[in-house]
């Protein structure tokens, strides 16, 4: 019962909760992943942070869909991206913050002929501003570098590079 009551009563009292939507381009690394898709590709995030003073703990996922053409063959192929992301976030100065942490990267690649999919674990570290506007309403930019690359039977996944992000967001 403790716990329940540590849970559902205590926590909201002791910290605040924000959910921040937002949308914004991916920068990709990988000289191979521009040429396929393009050298900047649109992405949205859905982000849960739950806060205390000037530490909080965050984590969300971005879905990235986008259409390439492959270098060689000139076939489509289509790219399906969600990050899934936790990490830790301080705050400093009021409206500034950095952060940092780790997550999975879910990829799937399909062309008319072959489909391939798997998964990257990565990390990744950023630094961002929130303005607010109202009571509970605020304005965030973020920009993150992602380390996110592995190497199976000798065929690189990288899809480590740089992302910002334009969001707005609730404060409860």
């Known amino acids: 019962m403790k716990k329940i009551f540590l849970i559902f009563v205590a926590i909201p009292l002791l910290a605040s909760v924000n959910i921040t939507i937002s949308a914004g ?7 191979y992943f521009k040429d396929a898709y393009g050298s900047t590709i649109l992405n949205f995030a859905a982000e849960g942070e739950v806060s205390f003073g000037s530490l909080a703990l965050f984590t ?9 053409e492959l270098t060689y063959s000139k076939e ?3 790219l399906t991206l969600v990050p899934i992301l936790a990490g830790l976030r301080f705050y400093f100065m009021e ?28 990390y990744f ?18 920009i993150r570098y992602t380390h996110a690359k592995k190497t199976v039977e000798g065929l690189e996944s990288n899809l480590s590079g740089i992302q910002a992000e334009v969001g707005v967001g609730y404060s409860f």
């Open 76 to 78: 489509k192929v289509n």
């Open 60 to 68: 969300g996922l971005d879905f990235v869909k986008k259409e390439g």
């Open 25 to 31: 381009g991916f920068f990709p690394k990988a000289d």
């Open 95 to 122: 409206y500034f913050f950095v952060d940092a942490g780790a997550g999975s990267w879910q990829y799937s690649e399909k062309t008319d002929f072959d489909k391939s999919s798997g998964s990257v674990t990565g």
């Open 125 to 142: 570290a950023g630094l961002g501003t929130k303005y607010k506007f109202g009571d509970s309403t605020y304005f965030r930019f973020r």
